[in-house]
């Protein structure tokens, strides 16, 4: 069973940049599909950016697109969310999934497997 954990949150002025982390573990991370994605009190998890392993293709929202690049490093089994130019509206608590499938997946439910989260902070 794969595991995800995420870190590399923080707090940080609009116009800064962080790179929130998903540690894979029990697979190797390009086995699976792996998704990011955000949640702010009150709203729905929103997505993010997902990572499709049937054909390597990475979908970002239009939200973020531009500003955000998903990335994977093998040899630490690790996700990579750098993000920048970050806005006040990019505060949330960052979340990366997984699920195994043969199609694209864009929606939580489809997700099977989750990490606990980190929080990102935008300062105006």
């Known amino acids: 069973e794969v595991q995800l954990q995420a870190s590399g949150g923080g707090l940080v002025k609009a116009g800064g940049s962080l790179r929130p982390a998903c540690a894979v573990s029990?697979?190797?991370?390009?086995?699976?599909?792996i998704g990011w994605f955000r949640q702010v009190p009150g709203k729905e998890r929103e997505v993010v950016s997902c990572?499709?392993?049937?054909?390597?293709?990475?979908y970002y929202s239009s939200s973020v697109k531009g500003r955000i690049t998903a990335s994977g490093d093998h040899a630490k089994n690790t996700v990579y969310l750098q993000m920048n130019s970050l806005e006040p509206e990019d505060t949330a608590v960052y979340y990366c999934a997984a699920r195994s499938s043969h199609y694209y997946g864009y929606m939580e439910s489809q997700y099977t497997s989750w990490g606990q989260g980190t929080q990102v902070t935008v300062s105006s």
């Open positions: 990572f499709f392993s049937s054909d390597a293709n990475t």
């Open positions: 029990g697979s190797r991370f390009d086995d699976y599909d």
